[in-house]
C-alpha cells in the first residue's frame, strides 16, 4: 500500500504520468482502479481492468452531519468512494437560526464538501446531483444534476455501489396542513434562512412605507413561529434580539406594531427539555413580549391570516400574520419512502435499520442520521436463545453465576437491559433471581427468566433526530469500513445468541453530551450530561465555545467567531441582499 | 435650533412626548414639521400645520454613489429629505468583480442606508422602493415598493417635492443585441454578481458529471466576458485567479478544458486608459492564457453559442459558451426617458444638467451620477456676451489686459478656456493676440477674438460614468444645499457674461484622482494624477490601500480587509449558495 501511495500522489502532480504507471503497477492491486477513477472522464470505476481487484465500490448520498462525518473519518484508500449530495458544501445546522438574522453570515457555516474530501487519504469523488432513485435489486442509484441553467450535457447518470450509505436527511414535515408549502418558511437548509433573512426585512421596509395603515403594519410585523422545539425557540428569540438590538433603531416608527408568537402544539415549550429548562424558557419569554400559545394546533395558513384550534376547547381562531416560520417535524424524503416500498419498510414511517446502521433487509444498505431509525432487537425476542446460551450444564434451569458468564455479550447486545438495571437501580444481579414474594431463588427456568426479563424492553429509547447522533452514527460506520477486512476476520462484536460465532461489529451506542437552547439576550440553557441543568449567561458563553470548536474546519471557525465579534461591535446588517 | 434639536432628542427617546412637543413649541418653527414627519403614518410633510413655514422638501432618488454621497455631505436640518431606492443599501460598486468570485463577500460591500442615515444630523427618511414615474407639472413622484411577497397594504405612494434629485443611475445596455437580456449575466448589482458566482461553481460542478463527454465538459467551462472596459477585464482577471488559486484543486479533472474569452469591439482592451497600460494588460493575459479577441461585434447571443463579427474582415463566427458576462456600457432607465420627454429632452441620448447639475429646462430637479451628463456651456455661444463684458472701454476692441480683468470668470464658467491654454502649452494671453502670420497686436476686434477662442470648445469633455465622479457630484450637491439661502443673498459663482449679477454658485468642477485596474495574480494597474502610469505587484498593493480607505463605514472597511485576509490564509469558498 506504501508503493500505491508514493505513486498515487506522484500521480496527482503529475497527471501526464497516468499511462506509465497503469503500465508499471499492473501488480499493484488497488492502484490501477484508483488511476482510473482519476481519469478525467470521471467514469464509474465499474470499467476497470478485470484482470485486477477492484476496490468495493462505496456510494454516499448526503453531505450533511452524517454524511460528512463518515467522509472525514473513512480511509478512503480502501474504497472506491463517490458521493452524490444536491449541495456541494456541508453546513452547520445547528447556527442556522443565527443566520437568519445576520448575527453570523451563511458562507461561515459552509464548508465545501470539495475542500474536505480533498484533505483525505487516497481519493473521494463527489457529484453535485440529488439522488432520484435506489434500485436495489441492481445495486445502482439514479443521480440528476440539480443545475437548471442552459449548460450543454445530460445531467442524469447513475451509479453502481458494493455498498451503499444513505445519509440523505429528512424534509419538512407540514402534516399535510393546508397552505403550509405555499405560505410558509422553513429552516432546514442554508437557503431557507436566507430567505427568511430577506423576508424579515422585508416585512420591516414595507411596514414603513407612508401608504399602510396601522392595522397593516401590525399585520405586516406580526411574526408566528409554529413549533416550540429547539429551532423555533432559537428563531424567536434570535428575532427578537435582531429587533430589539438593531431593527428597532433603523425603523423606529414601526417599533409599537412589532410581535412575535411561538405555537406549540404540546402543554410547554422545549419539551424535549429538562421541565426547569422549559419554564425557564417560558419565563423569560414571558418577559420579552413573545408570545407563548401551547395546546394550541395550526389547522391552515393562507397569505394573509393563520388558523388554529385550541386543543382544550376546540375553539378556532385566526389572526393575520406578516411572516410564518414552520419549525415542526421532520418527515422521509420521497427517494428513501421508494426505497422503503422496495425493501419491505412501506409501512413503516421511518427507514430502520439495525444495531449496526445497516438497513433492515439489505445486506449492503446502511442509513445513517435522521432519514432512519435504528430497530433495537427486543431480548423477549431472544429470550429462549438467550437462555440456552447461557445455561451452560444444560439444566433446563438458570443460576446467577451461569448468567454473569454471558452478560457482557448480553449488555452490548441488548442495552436496555443496562438501562433497565440503572433505571431500577439493580447493583446485584441475583435480584433478578428473586421471586414475587421477593424470596431470592438459587436457579430459575425459562419462565422465571422470561419473567426477570419482561419489562426491560420498555427502556428501548429511539434516538432524537439531531446533528449528534448523525455525526456519531457516521464516525462509527467509517470505523467498521476502515476495519471491515480486520473484523471479518477477527469478529469484534457480541456473541450471536441465535446462531454461531460472534458479529463482526461492536454495536452502534450513542453518548448524549448535552443539548442547548438559546434564549436570546445573551442567554441560554443547557441540558449537559448527568442530568446537569445550566441557564443564563455563563451558559451562553458554554454555547459559544462548543459551538467554535466543533466547527469543522479552521477556516469555518475563525468566520463564525469573527461574525460574533462583529455583531458586538457593529449589530446585524439590515441590507436586503 | 438647540432649543429644537434638545427636545428633538427627547422626543427621540420618549415618543409619547410627540403631542407635548407639538403643543409646547409652535413657535418653533422647524421643529412641528420634524416631530410631525417622524410621527408613524410616516406620511408626507405635505399636512404640517399652514402657519408654520414648512421646510422645503427634498426628494432623493437613489443611494448609489450620487445619492449616498449627497446623503452623507447634506444638513439634513435644513430639508424635509426623503429618499426612496429599491434597495435600503449603498453597494460599494468599484468590488463588485470580487464579489463575483468570492474575494470579497456581498455583504461586506454593503452599507444600509438607514445605518447611514441614522448618524446624520436632523432626519431622514428612507422608503424602499422603486421611483416609476417623476410628474414635473405636479413636483411629485410616484414610487411602487418592490417587495413581491404577500404582505398586506398597497406598496403604491407619491411624494411632492420642492426639490428633486435625480441619482438613480443607468441599467446595462445590450445595444438590442438579440439573446442578450435572456442568456447572459451582467455585472451591474450586487445580485448580478452574488448570480455570477453561483453560476461560475455551477459550470464547474456541471462540467465534472461522470455523464458528459469532453466537448461537453470544454463548452461549459468556456467563460465569455463581452466588453473590454474596467469592470469585463477585471472580471476576467477574478475568474482566472479563483480558477488557479482555488477551483484547480478541487476540480482537477476538468482543469484543461478550461478558457477564459474576452471580446472587445475596439482594438484593445481597457481602452479609456493609458496606452501602456492596454498593452500591459493585453501581454499580461496573453501570458495567463485569457484569449482577448479585439475588433469584435457581438450580434447576438443564444443558450449555447455567442456569434460575432469580425470587423476588419465582416466575417461570422459562432462559439459554443458555458457563461457570457455581458459588461459592455450603459444605458437610460426608463423613468428617466420618461422624464427627458417631459421636460423636451426626449431627442438627446441622456438626461443634460447645467454646470450647476440642474436638470435643463427645470428649476427644481438636479440629477447627478450616471444618468445624467453635464451639458457645458460653449463659449462660442457667449463669445458676444463675453466681447461686451471685457470691452469696459466698450472702445469695440480688446487690449490684453481687458481680458485679463474678466479672466477668473471665464476660466471657472468655460473651463474649457483653461483645458485648451494648457494643451497648447500657452503661458501668455498675449499669444492670443496674434494675428495668423504670428504677428502680435495690440487690440482685436470681436472677429479677432472670435478667431482667437475658436478652437477652445473643443477641449470639451463629458465625464465618465464612474463612481469617482457620482460621489463628487453629490458632494458638490449637498454643499450647494447647505449653503443655498447664504449663496443666494451672496451668490460666490462667477460673473453672468448674458444677464447681470453673478451666478449663486460656483460650477461643478471635477477632480481626477486617478483610475486602477486589477489584472490579476496580484497586479494592478493604475493611471494617477499627472498623467503618471504605475503597473504590477506595488500597484495592487497600492489598490488594496485606496479601496479600503474608501469604504463607506469601519464596518465595512473592517469586512473587506479581513476578506482579503481570509482569502489569503484560506482561498475562496466555493459552495454554491
Redesign the interface.
Known amino acids: 500500500m506504501r508503493f500505491a501511495s508514493f505513486f498515487t500522489s506522484a500521480f496527482?502532480r503529475h497527471?501526464s504520468y497516468s499511462k506509465l504507471i497503469l503500465l508499471c503497477t499492473l501488480s499493484g492491486g488497488g492502484l490501477l482502479s484508483y488511476s482510473e477513477s482519476?481519469?478525467?472522464?470521471?467514469?464509474?470505476a465499474s470499467s476497470t481492468n478485470s484482470d485486477v481487484p477492484a476496490k468495493k465500490k462505496v456510494v454516499v448520498l448526503g453531505t450533511g452531519w452524517g454524511g460528512t462525518s463518515f467522509l472525514k473519518d473513512l480511509d478512503a484508500s480502501l474504497y472506491d468512494v463517490q458521493v452524490v449530495s444536491p449541495?456541494?458544501?456541508f453546513a452547520f445546522t445547528p447556527l442556522l437560526p443565527s443566520v437568519t438574522c445576520?448575527t453570523v453570515?451563511?458562507?461561515s457555516i459552509?464548508?465545501?464538501v470539495?475542500?474536505m474530501v480533498?484533505k483525505r487519504k487516497g481519493e473521494i469523488k463527489f457529484?453535485?446531483?440529488e439522488c432520484l432513485k435506489i434500485d436495489h435489486a441492481n445495486k445502482t442509484v439514479f443521480c440528476r444534476?440539480n443545475?437548471d441553467?442552459?449548460?450543454?450535457?445530460?445531467?442524469?447518470?447513475s451509479?453502481e455501489y458494493d455498498y451503499l450509505v444513505v445519509a440523505i436527511g429528512a424534509q419538512v414535515n407540514t402534516f399535510n396542513t393546508p397552505g403550509v408549502k405555499e405560505?410558509c418558511y422553513f429552516l432546514k437548509e442554508?437557503?431557507d434562512a436566507?430567505k427568511i433573512r430577506r423576508?424579515v426585512?422585508?416585512?420591516f421596509?414595507?411596514?414603513?412605507?407612508?401608504?399602510?395603515?396601522?392595522e397593516?403594519?401590525r399585520?405586516?410585523l406580526h411574526f408566528v413561529v409554529v413549533g416550540g422545539g429547539p429551532t423555533g425557540v432559537e428563531f424567536a428569540a434570535e428575532l427578537h434580539d435582531h429587533f430589539q438590538e438593531d431593527l428597532v433603531?433603523?425603523?423606529?416608527?414601526?417599533k409599537?406594531f412589532v410581535k412575535i408568537t411561538v405555537i406549540q402544539s404540546g402543554d410547554h415549550i422545549l419539551n424535549t427539555f429538562d421541565e426547569r429548562i422549559s419554564l425557564f424558557a417560558e419565563d423569560k419569554f414571558g418577559r420579552d413580549g413573545i408570545e407563548v400559545q401551547t395546546g394550541c394546533r395550526v389547522v391552515s395558513v393562507d397569505?394573509?391570516n393563520i388558523t388554529m384550534k385550541t386543543k382544550s376547547t376546540g375553539e378556532i381562531s385566526s389572526v393575520?400574520h406578516?411572516m410564518v416560520i414552520w419549525s415542526t417535524g421532520i418527515a422521509t424524503r420521497p427517494v428513501v419512502r421508494d426505497f422503503m416500498e422496495q425493501i419491505g419498510q412501506g409501512k413503516r414511517r421511518v427507514l430502520a435499520t439495525n444495531e449496526w446502521l445497516r438497513v433492515k433487509g439489505c445486506d449492503s444498505v446502511y442509513a445513517i442520521g435522521d432519514c432512519s431509525s435504528i430497530d433495537q432487537r427486543k431480548i423477549m425476542d431472544d429470550i429462549s436463545a438467550i437462555f440456552e446460551a447461557a445455561d451452560k450444564d444444560k439444566s433446563g434451569t438458570l443460576t446467577v453465576a451461569e448468567l454473569k458468564d454471558v452478560i457482557d455479550d448480553i449488555v452490548v447486545r441488548y442495552p436496555q437491559f443496562d438501562l433497565y438495571l440503572k433505571s431500577k437501580h439493580i447493583l446485584d444481579l441475583s435480584t433478578l433471581w428473586k421471586d414475587s414474594e421477593g424470596n431470592y431463588r438459587e436457579e430459575i427456568d425459562i419462565e422465571g427468566f422470561k419473567m426477570a426479563l419482561s419489562h426491560m424492553d420498555s427502556q428501548m429509547k429511539t434516538l432524537p433526530a439531531t446533528a449528534q447522533v448523525a455525526s456519531q452514527q457516521g464516525e462509527y460506520l467509517a470505523r467498521c469500513f476502515n476495519r471491515m477486512h480486520q473484523c471479518e476476520e477477527h469478529p469484534e462484536g457480541p456473541r450471536r445468541f441465535k446462531g454461531s460465532g460472534r458479529h463482526t461489529f461492536l454495536p452502534f451506542r450513542y453518548k448524549h453530551f448535552g443539548q442547548f437552547a438559546p434564549l436570546g439576550g445573551e442567554q441560554a440553557a443547557a441540558e449537559l450530561p448527568g442530568d446537569w441543568v445550566s441557564m443564563g449567561h455563563s451558559t451562553q458563553w458554554l454555547w459559544y465555545s462548543v459551538y467554535a470548536s466543533k466547527q469543522v474546519s479552521?477556516?469555518t471557525r475563525?468566520?463564525v467567531v469573527?461574525d460574533w465579534t462583529?455583531r458586538f461591535?457593529?449589530g446585524r446588517?439590515?441590507?436586503?441582499?
Open positions: 496527482q497527471p482519476q481519469s478525467i472522464t470521471g467514469t464509474p449541495c456541494n458544501y445576520g453570515e451563511a458562507r459552509v464548508e465545501p470539495r475542500n480533498k457529484w453535485e446531483a444534476s443545475i441553467s442552459n449548460l450543454v450535457g445530460s445531467g442524469e447518470f451509479l405560505h442554508v437557503e436566507q423576508a426585512i422585508d416585512c421596509e414595507k411596514a414603513v412605507l407612508p401608504s399602510l395603515t396601522d397593516e403594519r399585520t405586516n433603531n433603523l425603523y423606529s416608527s414601526v409599537d397569505d394573509k393575520p406578516g479552521w477556516r475563525m468566520l469573527s462583529r461591535i457593529f446588517d439590515s441590507s436586503r441582499i
